[in-house]
């Protein structure tokens, strides 16, 4: 699971973690914003929801991801980029893993000072264009996550698991090398073995 607010790198990070461990990213962001593009009865219910940077209702993510995690869990496993995004969402996902006797190996959570999330999305609207990086929805989302985001990692916490942070400032790169010292200093030697480790 990689982990962070609006801005701090998830995707890319994602992207590069599964060249490296050919785990497959599975990006509710991305589903929802192919949902839009492609005008589904799912887009058309989100569109708007997600233009305006408010969270979609979490029993429709829960489907989602009810649906698409078993087939992206096959090989190596998933790498879950912004799911679970509320408490609910953790507690749906728990049981979904136990019913499949899965778990959740790793838990990276990115830290970035809030004034270059800003930053970094008021660029990316430059570059990409998406509609909720507008200073006005930026903020929005912004208050999203720490209302109710921000608790699911209190949630694994008091499940007992480390969560491990990373120092998300600087390039792709520098984060990148950092996330890798994290797994190979937080994830047990013994999980390491595992296909899903090959090359940490
Ligand atoms: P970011 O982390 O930069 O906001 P994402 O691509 O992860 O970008 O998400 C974009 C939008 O998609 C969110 O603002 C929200 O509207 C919707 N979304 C994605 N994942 C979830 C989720 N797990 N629960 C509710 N809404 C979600």
Redesign the pocket.
């Known amino acids: 699971m990689i982990f962070g607010p609006?801005?701090s790198g998830?995707g890319t990070q994602a992207a590069r973690l599964e060249d490296e461990l050919h785990i497959h990213h599975l990006?509710?962001?991305?589903i929802?914003r192919k949902e839009v593009a492609r005008g589904t009865p799912l887009g058309q219910e989100v569109g708007r929801?997600?233009s305006a940077?408010?969270?979609?209702p979490d029993d429709l993510?829960v489907d989602v991801v009810r649906t698409r995690l078993p087939e992206a869990e096959k090989g190596a496993g998933a790498l879950l980029d912004?799911?679970?995004?509320?408490v609910a969402?953790a507690r749906a996902l728990d049981s979904m893993l136990r019913d499949e006797g899965h778990n959740v190996d790793f838990i990276i959570a990115l830290d970035v000072p809030e004034k270059l999330l800003v930053d970094r999305l008021l660029h990316r609207a430059e570059l990409e264009g998406r509609t909720?990086d507008t200073r006005e929805v930026i903020a929005e989302?912004m208050r999203e996550y720490h209302k109710l985001t921000e608790a699911v990692l209190d949630h694994y916490r008091q499940q007992g698991r480390r969560i491990l942070h990373v120092d998300g400032t600087g390039s792709p790169d520098e984060v990148f090398d950092r996330v890798h010292a994290a797994l190979k200093k937080g994830v047990p030697a013994k999980s390491r073995r595992s296909p899903r480790f090959r090359g940490v």
């Open positions: 609006p801005g998830k990006s509710t962001g991305d929802l929801i997600m940077g408010d969270l979609v993510i912004g799911f679970p995004r509320t969402q909720d989302r």
